[in-house]
């Protein structure tokens, strides 16, 4: 079988790899067996609560050096304050581990080159999913498997560690890591606790200040048997977000050509409008500019009750909540017309342009349509889990346990809402991509409203509510015996549930509108002003026009009413049956695995070595759409794994370890990638068509984890590791541009729409492929300065560099097959964050930078771009703290001092599809311990 001579394959690789690490250690076998300082063979992470950033560094030391997998921890450095305002944004910290942004905060992480997506997250032991919603730029709503670092605030945990290497206790799920997000508890107390702090944020772009505020109380009675433990954390954003969104390029000749008029020096109008992605000019589709004015406000609760019957036994039980509302506000002006058959681009007459390679990258243009739209969302999330944990030590040899619980993130966004106003065939339009900003103009008096029109047919009024369920059921027994002091046998089944329900509304027709006269227009409109401060426009840019006042237009003709032309319709709809999925997940799995220590060649050994067995019942339901008509589908389906894995490391002196670990890992497909169903989605001048496949494998990988690690100090750390991972059955999201009379759907579909039958929609359905290799490495360093005199000894720095490569075959069509290899979406190649910090007992200060090189967002892209992509980025963060007396301290942080710009790309040639930036973020604030 392929599986066994894979998985020996990797150990005797294994145990090559760490025959030459010990050999290179030199002279290391001569060293003492002594294990009294480093013996415990225990892979649990005790809780310790620790004070001052520096000695948050070395609990989490102590922690990574006693596991026997790779595995990298993070402390709170004092009661409620954990060392970044954002989980994702700590995270960075960790060796291998990027993260993406949205609205000026950490969202979701990405470790070792594998997205959120292929990352598994636990609170307080149980898996869970939290879901928030996005602009399209940042992801859109999130129906995958990815985590919301940022539905939390990060006052509510105390400790995250984030597992690399794979063991059999440790529930399936993850190709690149196992995060575990754990809050606090009142035995982590030996006294009782009350903590309050209180900060004021500011954005420079938004220019506005919001409060933040949080509370821990603990106590124990009862001799130590009893606790309980509160916290909450409440806080307000107010972020702008400003740039360019350009929505992709296409092909001359796409959507109908440019009108044959149209003429660029050099070029004849064949040229111009040729279709072909290798040797067509392309330009960009919706040349706009854009606002988003988002408003959070979040709230978190935390609560813990924890009992001791007697020595042997303890019981925890745990809640957490989180609610996140938001609102979000966009203003957009752009060039639709560009990406517009019919009555669009076959009209506009490219008068002259400017070519550098195949890219047009500056042009003149007459009879262009061009459109303002303003949008408003309201966005909530309500995450709730509940958590009982049972642990009991029936002989000094004998333990069992017990974890059971519910989580839910219930996302909603009731309010989803777009207006446009158009004008057609502008001349004297132009634009110019030659600079990072580009330079756009209109050609005409953008804040007069005799200047535009609301036209039944080609205006629009979008009203489009949505929401997002997921739930999760846990439970877990497992035992533990030790045959003697140096084996012990684990064993347990465990069982989770798990839900998603995805819903959506929409209007029948989305282009049927109220025509209005330009007096009408002027009563519902607004000018739209101050855009582009920190933008760098070029001169002459326009920075205001006039866009639709939504909260008018609702008071003129109360498109909420749910009647007539502005009535909303579900499953009737094409559009919202693609939001109607259903999908349910059951995995009942097993495992035994042997925790062991013991001494060779005079050198103390520790490890594990086990197997999970786990089978997974899966449910999916949806809307499928054929010819003949559309009809709920649904589609059961059942599978199931053997997952081996073993960790094994090494104490070749006191103070230099080395690891081997060898695993095979699964992630599961992105939930609504599950679908039977299909979704036709119509917006604009956007064309798409998105199917599901029920029946996609899980992704799967056997892998291998090489480390060596140096403790000279209990402030210091020196490693270096290794990792490769053999990636089959990868999941891949097919895009391609098919005509719709191709797709084998009614031409009903596109009534009331600009599309025609002959129209090109970008078609996407997740296929499994074979995958590839991705292999890579990893150097941490973490040392306090105590070698430099004086005052200088209080520096430190804490510093790692990741290198990931992949070679991944991703399909571009089916037929005829064809292929291409690049590295994996997600994948930064190189990756690195460095802190420099100084600590005293009264003062800290503590700067930090982190790099991340560009990674790729799509293989293949739409319209012809072989890629799209986002750019490199280096953010900088600083934070200082006072100590004014024991009780008090005063605090001051800056989050993305240098205002590091948003920048997207399509194709390989670098295209620009998105350019933005959200400004920087100030705190300031005072935390008193009673």
């Known amino acids: 079988m392929r599986f066994t001579h894979d998985f020996q394959f990797a150990l005797k690789t294994g145990a090559s790899a760490l025959a030459v690490l010990i050999a290179s250690a030199g002279g290391v076998y001569a060293q003492s067996s002594d294990t009294s300082a480093q013996g415990d063979p225990a892979t649990q992470v005790d809780e310790v609560v620790v004070t001052g950033f520096r000695a948050s560094l070395q609990s989490a030391v102590n922690a990574k050096r006693r596991e026997s997998g790779v595995v990298d921890v993070i402390k709170a450095e004092d009661i409620a304050d954990f060392p970044d305002l954002n989980l994702a944004e700590s995270l960075q910290r960790v060796p291998g581990v990027a993260i993406t942004r949205a609205n000026g905060e950490g969202r979701q992480i990405s470790v070792r080159g594998l997205g959120s997506e292929y990352t598994r997250v636990r609170v307080n032991g149980m898996e869970a999913i939290a879901t928030t919603g996005g602009t399209v730029n940042a992801g859109g709503t999130n129906r995958t498997r990815g985590f919301d670092f940022n539905m939390f605030a990060s006052e509510l945990f105390n400790s995250l560690t984030v597992r690399k290497s794979a063991s059999a206790d440790v529930e399936e799920g993850s190709l690149g890591a196992t995060v575990d997000l754990q809050t606090a508890r009142p035995f982590d107390y030996r006294e009782p606790t009350l903590v309050m702090g209180i900060q004021g944020s500011y954005n420079d772009l938004a220019r506005d200040v919001k409060p933040r505020f949080t509370l821990l109380a603990s106590n124990t009675w009862a001799d130590g048997r009893f606790g309980a433990l509160f916290s909450a954390a409440y806080e307000k954003r107010h972020i702008l977000e400003e740039g360019a969104n350009i929505t992709r390029w296409s092909a001359g000749g796409a959507n109908g050509g440019f009108n044959p008029a149209s003429t660029i020096d050099g070029f004849t109008i064949d040229q111009i409008n040729n279709t072909s992605a290798t040797t067509g000019l392309f330009h960009p589709r919706l040349p706009s500019y854009v606002q988003y004015d988002h408003n959070t406000e979040r709230l978190g609760l935390t609560g813990s009750l924890q009992f001791r019957p007697d020595d042997r036994s303890t019981i925890t039980f745990d809640i957490l909540y989180s609610d996140v509302k938001s609102t979000r506000d966009e203003a957009q002006l752009q060039a639709i017309g560009l990406s517009r058959s019919g009555a669009g681009k076959p009209q506009t007459i490219i008068r002259s342009g400017v070519v550098d390679g195949r890219n047009i990258v500056a042009a003149v243009m007459d009879a262009v349509d061009v459109r303002t739209q303003s949008a408003h969302d309201e966005l909530q999330t309500e995450f709730q889990q509940y958590t009982l944990t049972a642990n009991r030590n029936w002989t000094d040899r004998f333990r069992t346990g017990f974890v059971g619980g519910y989580s839910k993130s219930d996302f909603n966004n009731p309010v989803s809402t777009i207006i446009t106003f158009d004008r057609a065939n502008t001349n004297g339009f132009s634009y110019d991509f030659r600079s990072k900003t580009p330079a756009i103009d209109f050609g005409f008096d953008l804040t007069d409203p005799a200047n535009w029109s609301m036209i039944n047919g080609t205006s629009e009024v979008r009203i489009r509510p949505n929401s997002v369920e997921n739930t999760f059921k846990t439970a877990k027994v497992f035992g533990e015996y030790d045959l003697s002091d140096n084996l012990t046998i684990k064993a347990g089944v465990d069982y989770r549930k798990f839900t998603f329900a995805s819903r959506g509304l929409y209007r029948t027709r989305e282009t049927i509108v109220d025509t209005l006269t330009p007096a009408q227009l002027a009563e519902v409109s607004r000018v739209f002003s101050g855009f582009g401060r920190g933008l760098g426009l070029p001169d002459g840019v326009s920075t205001q026009w006039l866009a639709p006042d939504i909260n008018k237009f609702i008071d003129a003709y109360d ?372």
């Open 559 to 930: 498109i909420y009413s749910n009647t007539g032309i502005y009535a909303l319709t579900g499953v009737e709809n094409s559009s919202a049956r693609g939001q109607y999925i259903n999908v349910d997940e059951a995995d009942t799995g097993a495992f035994v695995q042997a925790d062991f220590r013991f001494t060779a060649f005079g050198l103390p050994w520790r490890g594990d070595a086990g197997v999970r067995y786990v089978n997974t019942e899966q449910w999916s339901q949806g809307y499928e759409t054929t010819a003949a008509g559309s009809a709920l589908v649904d589609v059961n389906r059942t599978y199931d794994m053997w997952l081996p894995s073993a960790n094994l490391a090494v104490e070749l002196t006191d103070t230099l370890i080395a690891r081997v670990s060898v695993a095979r890992t699964i992630a599961r497909p992105s939930i609504s990638s599950l679908t039977p169903g299909g979704d036709v989605g119509i917006q604009g001048s956007n064309f798409s068509y998105s199917t599901g496949n029920p029946y996609i494998d899980p992704t799967r990988s056997d892998n291998l984890d090489l480390s060596l690690e140096w403790y000279p100090d209990a402030d210091s750390l020196f490693a270096v590791g290794v990792f490769v991972k053999d990636i089959n059955t990868f999941v891949q999201s097919l895009t391609q541009n098919i005509p719709f009379s191709e797709l084998g759907l009614p031409n009903s579909l596109l009534d009331g729409s600009l599309a025609t039958p002959d129209t090109l929609f970008r078609t996407t359905q997740p296929i499994n492929t074979e995958g590839g290799l991705l292999k890579g490495f990893e150097i941490n360093v973490q040392k306090r300065l105590d070698f430099l005199p004086g005052w200088m000894e209080n520096f430190g720095v804490q510093a790692n560099y990741t290198f990931v490569d992949s070679d991944i075959t991703y399909i571009q069509n089916l037929d005829p097959l064809t292929t291409i290899n690049e590295t994996l979406v997600g994948l930064s190649k190189n990756a690195a964050n460095f802190t420099l910090y100084y600590e005293t007992d009264k003062f800290s200060v503590r700067g930090s930078a982190a790099y991340r090189q560009g990674y790729l967002t799509g293989v293949p892209a739409a319209d012809g771009n072989s890629v799209a992509g986002v750019n490199e980025t280096l953010n900088f963060d600083a934070q200082a703290s006072y100590n004014i007396n024991d009780r008090l301290k005063l605090s001051v942080e800056g989050i993305n001092l240098t205002d590091e710009f948003n920048h997207q790309y399509v194709d390989a040639s670098n295209r620009l599809n998105v350019y933005s930036h959200t400004g920087r973020q100030f705190f300031v604030g005072l935390r008193y311990t009673f």
